[in-house]
């Protein structure tokens, strides 16, 4: 009964929560974090993006974490809800776009890149996460640890660490690549306003899976390693689970 | 800096993007060095086939406008030299000359739309 509920109490209260309607209160918060004026015309568009983005979001992370509890799948069910969360946040961006209007089109002379929508935290963590999972994954080749299944643990664990990196760069590519006709001041603004969260949001979530994962595989296994690199060894797991709250908290939601 | 294409316009899409490129690079909107989106970017903005943007690019970049590089992208090259604009300016007035035949308009009415976008 405790083990049932366990399972279905934390998806229930995220889906409850990602499907209540989007009022004015939340509207006029992401708003106000944003510096962006609520018109009539970009007031539809950022309504629709927030309901829609909740429900997916929630969905997926309600469907990773009952997947990660019923099915006991390698990690546990805070990873597998992150994970649904992330897949959900890139299915959302799916149906998220500012439509052409009719008679000539306009749109401006800049390049985009997604390095001018992310904090400094979301573009270079990832880089330097998947540094450390390729330092953590060379580790036990060096000084091989005695129990069995090491080596299982650390190919899926770096093989997780590379799937939510490719997750977080196509959902980039995805987003700075998405059409950006320009309608009017309001519209465009909102527009880049909605890019930058989805982006961050996206790039908090991936990275706090990179973090996670990597932190799994030094605490796979037991590894006798001596001098200074021992004691970067023992401290790589906790640094990666401080890194992975940070993600989450911090990176994902900031502005 | 912002460009506009009028899909039922007289002058084809590709033709009115060269336009406007080159009109702000000559009048340094559009400074020397400077990035200009990618081909498929500026297409998905404007609704346009990537090979219609492709093809203003590529005559900027016949006239000298435009550099394109191998993993650098499209940047601005800077302003052709005096007879080449001078041939491209008799270029553009046949093109609108044609364009004034055909919608069957006087010359002063041809002369006062060309002041008016001027």
């Not at chain 1, 990196?165 to 196509?170: F, I």
């Not at chain 2, 008799?90 to 919608?103: N, S």
Request: glycine share 10%.
């Amino acid at each position: 009964m405790t083990q049932l509920a366990h399972i279905l109490a934390v998806p229930a209260i995220v889906l409850i929560l990602g499907y209540l309607p989007i009022g004015r209160r939340r509207l006029a918060a992401f708003a106000t974090s944003h510096d962006l004026t609520v018109t009539v015309p970009n007031g539809s568009l950022l309504i629709a993006y927030l309901a829609r983005s909740a429900r997916w979001r929630s969905t997926g992370a309600a469907l990773g974490w009952v997947s990660g509890a019923t099915f006991v799948l390698h990690g546990n069910a805070f990873f597998w809800g992150a994970a649904g969360y992330l897949l959900g946040a890139l299915g959302a961006e799916f149906r998220t776009s500012v439509r052409l209007p009719p008679g000539p089109r306009r749109a401006e002379l800049v390049q985009r890149r997604s390095k001018d929508y992310l904090s400094r935290a979301a573009r270079w963590g990832p880089v330097i996460v998947l540094a450390i999972a390729a330092f953590e994954f060379w580790m036990p080749f060096r000084y091989p640890p005695e129990q069995d299944g090491w080596l299982t643990a650390a190919v899926l664990s770096v093989v997780t660490t590379a799937g939510a990196a490719a997750l977080l760069w196509a959902g980039r590519w995805l987003i700075v690549r998405r059409p950006r006709p320009v309608v009017s001041p309001d519209v465009d603004r909102a527009d880049e306003v909605i890019r930058m969260s989805s982006l961050q949001i996206i790039g908090g979530s991936a990275l706090a899976l990179m973090c996670l994962a990597t932190s799994g595989m030094a605490f796979g296994y037991a590894l006798e390693v001596p001098g200074l690199l021992g004691t970067v060894q023992t401290g790589l797991p906790y640094l990666m689970l401080l890194c992975a709250l940070y993600a989450w908290f911090r990176v994902r939601v900031s502005r | 800096m912002i460009v506009e294409v009028d899909p039922d316009g007289v002058a084809p899409p590709y033709e009115q993007l060269r336009t406007q490129i080159a009109a702000h690079i000559r009048s340094g909107e559009l400074p020397v060095g400077e990035r200009l989106p990618s081909i498929r970017q500026l297409a998905r903005d404007l609704g346009l086939a990537s090979g219609t943007v492709a093809r203003a690019y590529r005559e900027l970049e016949t006239e000298g406008y435009i550099r394109g590089r191998v993993g650098h992208g499209t940047v601005v090259k800077g302003v052709p030299e005096v007879p080449e604009r001078d041939e491209r300016l008799v270029e553009a007035a046949r093109v609108y000359a044609r364009a004034v035949r055909e919608l069957g308009v006087d010359l002063d009415t041809a002369l006062a739309a060309v002041r008016r976008v001027l």
